[in-house]
T-cell receptor, first 115, second 111 residues
């Protein structure tokens, strides 16, 4: 089974609108971390946001927030007030802490912001 | 400035010719990792190291070797590269909770 599933290969959003990128995960590890990364067309990988499995509140970093629903095993990224510079690939990732400390990435969602 | 450096950035080689991709970090992180990125597959972990002299296999270790003789360096070795190892490779240095600092990537082509 896939550890991280991103079901939206491509998404479009109007500039200044909000957009949600979906991510579901699969783990039996009681302690894990969830991450989102951005990869612009230039290729570098940029860390956006982190959520720990024991965190009670959803993580936020500026215009980024992580909608963490533990029971549903989902960790959706919400980008508010989209900007043209948000056009990029977005990857969801998970770290299993107790079962080996490996990282798992999803296949990514390509976001295009339309002016 | 906190950074992860990788060299070379681009490499075209032939099947069977041993190569090493270097990775170095200046953040004193214990955890370092290598990934390969292929279209439609996202990033897959090749090997990782939680500390000096400690390395573990990720999801796709076949055909690769690593070493961690000092904290700052984590080279990736392809003893006998094959065309299916043509990919974009990223080294990462990982801070406490798991925030990853990625190198700029190495685009490898094996003919």
């Amino acid at each position: 089974a896939q550890k991280i599933t991103q079901t939206q290969p491509g998404m479009f959003v109007q500039e200044k609108e909000a957009v949600t990128l979906d991510c579901t995960y699969d783990t039996s590890d009681p302690s894990y971390g969830l991450f989102w990364y951005k990869q612009p067309s230039s290729g570098e990988m940029i860390f956006l946001i982190y959520q720990g499995s024991y965190d009670q509140q959803n993580a936020t970093e500026g215009r980024y927030s992580l909608n963490f629903q533990k029971a549903r095993k989902s960790a959706n990224l919400v980008i508010s007030a989209s900007q043209l510079g948000d056009s990029a690939m977005y990857f969801c990732a998970m770290r299993e802490v107790y079962t080996g400390n490996q990282f798992y990435f999803g296949t990514g969602t390509s976001l295009t912001v339309i002016p | 400035e906190a950074q992860v450096t990788q060299n070379p950035r681009y490499l075209i080689t032939v099947t069977g010719k041993k190569l090493t991709v270097t990775c170095s970090q200046n953040m004193n992180h214990e955890y370092m990792s290598w990934y390969r990125q292929d279209p439609g597959l996202g990033l897959r972990q090749i090997y990782y190291s939680m500390n000096v002299e400690v390395t573990d296999k990720g999801d796709v270790p076949e055909g690769y070797k690593v070493s961690r003789k000092e904290k700052r360096n984590f080279p990736l070795i392809l003893e006998s590269p094959s065309p299916n190892q043509t990919s974009l490779y990223f080294c990462a240095s990982i801070a406490g909770e798991g925030e990853q600092y990625f190198g700029p990537g190495t685009r490898l082509t094996v003919t």
